[in-house]
């Protein structure tokens, strides 16, 4: 009788796996952007006389110089002096001293400080809630895959790749002491003080304790909330990165970018085709108001040049009729006036107008109207493609990763330069430039649309190597400066295709404005 409760149970368990929706795919480039600001965090002290590491724990680059871990992680050191700490990147080939500055065992949280000028790329952290169910990931350097891989303590030392385990977040369930976050993705012993984040790579809290899967229970996972990491990085002054927004995908956002642009190519084209066909079915009604205009234009000069001929023969009956009554002046007077009606008749005949002349008829009527059709398009140029440019976020079009959305404000010259000193290059309908900066690990492609006046900023967090490359690609091209000329225009294209052979196939992050002339 207890059996079919349970397999009932079983039964409805399978059904809803079937019916309910996959969760949503991560893309596995954000996850690994985002191990790039997570670090081993291992711990030396005197061991029989020898300095040996005694531990280890992960933890979170939250600023260039600055490591968060949990609080348990470095509690060692505060009972013993010869307790160091040395910082494991996830990349390169150097490890870091580090020194703690701040524990607070009231939320599990310690603070490290980097020693000298090393820098290492921050986290971004995520401000607005993760809905209830949504993918998460634990990143980190967990002591049972050291021990499986059989790693000796000199090959722990060197940087490698941190382990990701996925999981759900269940939303509702906070420990009593601290804000926490319940989830599912496995943590062992050494991912403590390491991050969980969404499907995007952004931080959601920091990975604590787990509960005991003692008779036979499933194992659940408590991360420190963004909220008390927040708090605690105000408390200690330190600068860190925050973004908020849901995660949405990059492949998404760019195929509905490409179908906007594609109906406003469309839009464009109708348009122009209707201009075509009001164009050419002005020129006919011109055509056929110029051949009326002739016609009619004939028709009267041969009745004028007629009167003028039979007044001309009036004024010829009347001077012979003169002569003859011997009146010769007034004769003369009207032969002289029947010879100038009769030129002016001739001369009025031959000038009347012919069909050929319809092509200078219409020319002359197209004119004006072509005059302000120009204006018009020279106004509606001036508009679209040049001048100050201030543009406003657009969050349903936009994957938010790491960058700041406040509102982007330029200046843009038909040639492609921005703000006189930055020159852009024409790409297929756009206008694109790279840009690859000598410290942060990203490579930006920055897109300007003068046809519906947006801007584009796709980013792309990079690893070390891939840093290089792109940097060595960037210092073979001379692109300083703002100039219209073609051999310009052509380096930064062989700029631009260069970064993209290099880059990922998909961005970390996509950020769309839409701009508007002030100026």
């Known amino acids: 009788m207890t059996k079919l409760p349970a397999l009932l149970a079983l039964f409805l368990l399978m059904l809803l796996t079937m019916v309910m929706p996959p969760a949503a795919h991560a893309d596995s480039g954000d996850i690994q952007a985002a191990s790039r600001s997570v670090v081993r965090v291992a711990i030396f002290g ?32 505060l009972h013993n002096e010869s307790i ?37 790329p921050a986290a971004s952290l995520l401000l607005s809630s993760v809905p209830d169910g949504s993918d998460v990931f634990a990143i980190g350097y967990p002591a049972n895959v050291d021990i499986a891989m059989q790693l000796d303590e000199a090959e722990t030392m060197r940087p490698q790749t941190p382990v990701k385990t996925r999981g759900t977040i269940s939303s509702g369930r906070s420990a009593k002491a601290f804000d926490t976050i ?35 229970g499933s194992e659940f996972y408590f991360a420190i909330s963004v909220k008390e990491l927040t708090a605690f990085l105000r408390s200690q002054k330190v600068a860190y990165t925050s973004v908020s927004g849901p995660c949405r995908s990059v492949a998404e956002l760019t195929a509905a970018e490409a179908e906007r642009e594609k109906a406003a190519r469309e839009k464009i084209e109708k348009e122009q085709r209707i201009a075509e066909a009001a164009s050419e079915k002005a020129q006919a009604q011109a055509r056929r108001d110029a051949e009326l205009n002739i016609i009619a234009e004939r028709d ?13 023969l009036g004024c010829a009956g009347g001077c012979y009729a003169l002569f003859h009554a011997e009146r010769a002046l007034h004769g003369k007077i009207a032969g002289i006036v029947g010879a100038i009606l009769t030129f002016t008749a001739l001369f009025i005949f031959a000038g009347r107008p012919g069909f050929a002349d319809v092509a200078d008829r219409m020319a002359d009527a197209e004119t004006p109207r072509q005059a302000a059709a120009q204006s018009t398009a020279a106004s509606t140029a001036s508009a679209d493609n040049g001048g100050t440019k201030s543009c406003v976020f657009v969050p349903e079009r936009s994957k938010v990763t790491v960058s700041s959305t406040a509102d982007v404000r330029f200046n843009w010259n038909s040639s492609g330069c921005v703000n006189g000193r930055t020159q852009y290059a024409p790409d297929g309908g756009h206008w694109t430039r790279g840009f690859v900066p000598g410290s942060d690990q990203q490579v930006s492609l920055v897109h300007y649309n003068p046809a519906d006046n947006s801007y584009r900023i796709e980013r792309y967090l990079l690893g070390l190597d891939a840093m290089q490359k792109a940097q060595e690609a960037r210092r073979q091209f001379n692109v300083k400066g703002c100039s219209g000329a073609k051999d310009k225009a052509e380096r930064i294209t062989r700029m631009n295709q260069s970064l993209r052979d290099i880059l990922p196939p998909q961005p970390n992050e996509l950020l769309v404005f839409a701009c508007e002339d002030t100026g």
């Open 46 to 77: 005197e061991v029989d006389g020898e300095r040996r590491m005694i531990g280890h724990g992960s933890g979170l680059v939250v600023a260039p110089d600055k490591i968060i871990t949990n609080a348990h992680v470095v509690e060692e050191s």
């Open 84 to 120: 160091t700490f040395l910082i494991v990147p996830s990349q390169g080939r150097e490890s870091y001293s580090a020194t703690l500055v701040k524990w607070s065992p009231e939320n599990d949280l310690a603070l490290l400080q980097l020693q000298g000028s090393e820098r290492l």
């Open 182 to 216: 319940l989830h599912t993705a496995p943590i062992a012993p050494g991912n403590s003080g390491g991050p969980m984040v969404d499907a995007c790579g952004r931080v959601v809290g920091i990975n604590s304790f787990g509960s005991t899967n003692e008779n036979g």
């Open 300 to 312: 009267n000069r041969l009745a004028l040049s007629g009167l003028l001929l039979l007044l001309a």
